[in-house]
């Protein structure tokens, strides 16, 4: 037993290319071993194997709070944390889903990407609103998703779900033929589905991994919504949402077994989104009561929302919102504080308010007083407010072992992700690869 934990630790541990196997420095990974037997050829020789080059596997925890790997509950991650890279890390503005998905694998702010927003409009395309099912390239081709940059440089690339894997990058739809779009996507790719369960997920990753080595991928991605779903509904602090967040560790578990049975080196890096804040009904603030719906369209309401005026009431508009109001302030786009880094783009609406989020929770702008509130837990806030730091771990042969890092932008993984690969750093990205450089193995 102890041996075969010892040999799937260590093959987890070890890097570089196809090399033959050496005596193991001994990985913190600690995965239970998988069944001798389930390895061909373990029995006895397992030492006279080559090693696989190490796969590069981006994991995102959707509303992820880096604090949830102290609730007791999420013993592989805790693990992985402790034996690799960890910190907290700051989403870009808005701390919302799609956006920051963009950033993570383009290393722009969503102001430079073009993903401003879950839900967006553009004047090049009247009409019409982007929403998160969106996989028309028109709205995508801004900046190059990593799997693309890959791609083109011959590593072949797999994504198990992430916003944009979709896309036929850098493409133009035919509106008669919207289903045979021509551009770059991953090798292998899924249409977003929740109903995919986790298992179901880890295990099409794994199957990709059993791939001889001139197929397998070596950029993977890997995505799961159910944290922040429950966190939605039940708030963070609530033991079904820490239920969720154990289900997700439970699965990234899977996955670091799954890999010690391959033998697959990987190297790891573990991310969330954004965090979450408590929300409570009694928080919130009804929009309409401040901006006639006849003056301006509200593009998107919650933390923060969005107002395009109607042509003419651009003046009413700035009247009613730009003074003081409780628990929210509110900016013209091109007044938007320098550090959010957001309101140059097209793309983002002519006013902007962001609703205070304080130790005793987030306020919601709501598009009327009737709107349901039966949320307990909601982001999209200051991109610097604590409860919207999001998790990132990394662990694998390329990484220093427990080490903690400062806090940093969610703009500098993509560099990382490039060095991993081997990608040359990006041109006048938003991030670099500076706050790794210490605890990168090279
Ligand atoms: P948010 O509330 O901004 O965190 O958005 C989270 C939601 O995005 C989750 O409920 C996911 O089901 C959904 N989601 C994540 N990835 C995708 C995707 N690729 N396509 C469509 N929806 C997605
Ligand atoms: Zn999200
Ligand atoms: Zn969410």
Redesign the pocket.
């Known amino acids: 037993m102890m041996l075969r934990s010892l040999l799937a630790a260590a093959l987890l541990a070890l890097g570089g290319c196809a090399y033959p196997y050496t005596p193991p420095a001994l990985s913190p990974v600690t995965a239970p071993a998988p069944p001798l037997a389930a390895r061909e050829g373990a029995a006895t020789t397992p030492v006279q194997r080559s090693i696989p080059a190490p796969v590069t596997i981006l994991v995102s925890i ?2 992820f709070r880096p604090d949830y790997l102290e609730r007791g509950v999420t013993p592989r991650l805790s693990a992985l944390a402790a034996s690799g890279v960890s910190a907290s890390m700051r989403p870009s503005f808005p701390s ?3 956006p920051n998905h963009w950033t993570l694998v383009t290393g722009f702010v969503p102001d430079r990407h073009g993903i401003v927003a ?1 839900r967006m409009e553009d004047e090049a395309r009247p009409g019409e609103t982007f929403t ?2 969106t996989d028309d390239p028109f709205w995508w081709n801004v900046a190059e998703p990593l799997w693309v940059t890959a791609e083109r440089a011959g590593i072949p690339t797999a994504t198990m ?3 944009g ?2 896309v036929a990058w850098g493409g133009t739809r035919d509106p008669a033929h919207p289903h045979a779009d021509v551009g770059a996507r991953p090798r292998d790719w899924q249409q ?1 589905n ?1 109903a995919v369960s986790d298992r179901q997920r880890v295990d099409a990753v794994l199957d990709w991994l059993r791939r001889p080595a001139a197929t397998r991928p070596r950029l993977v991605t890997l ?1 799961f ?1 159910e944290v ?2 429950a966190g ?1 509904e039940y708030g963070p602090a609530d033991r079904r949402t820490l239920s969720a967040v154990a289900t997700a560790d439970a699965s990234v578990g899977r996955l670091v077994d799954g890999l010690a049975a391959l033998g697959q080196p990987a190297n790891l890096v573990i991310v969330s ?1 954004h965090g979450i804040a408590p929300i409570a009904p009694e928080r919130r603030i009804a929009i309409d009561s401040i901006v006639a719906p006849t003056d301006a369209r509200v593009v998107e309401s919650g933390p923060y929302a969005t107002f395009a005026p109607v042509p003419g009431r651009d003046a009413a508009v700035a009247e009613a919102l730009l003074r003081p109001h409780p628990h929210m302030t509110c900016w013209r786009k091109e007044a938007l504080p320098p550090r959010f880094r957001y309101g140059g783009n097209a793309r983002v609406p002519a006013f902007l308010c962001l609703a205070e989020d304080g130790a005793a929770g987030g306020w919601i702008l709501a598009k009327t007083a009737t709107d349901e509130a039966t949320h307990r837990g909601a ?1 999209g806030y200051d991109n610097d407010s604590p409860d919207m730091r999001a998790l990132f771990i990394a662990n694998g042969p390329a990484f220093a072992a427990g080490q903690r890092l400062p806090t940093f932008d969610n703009t500098d993984v993509a560099p990382l992700l490039r060095d991993l690969l081997g990608l040359p750093a990006g041109a006048g990205l938003d991030g670099d690869d500076a706050p790794f450089r210490r605890v990168l193995r090279r």
Do not use: L
Request: hydrophobic residues 25%.
């Open positions: 959707d509303g919302k889903t799609f879950n998160m099912a779900f992430w916003p894997s979709n977003y929740e995505y919504d922040d779903t939605h989104d982001h």
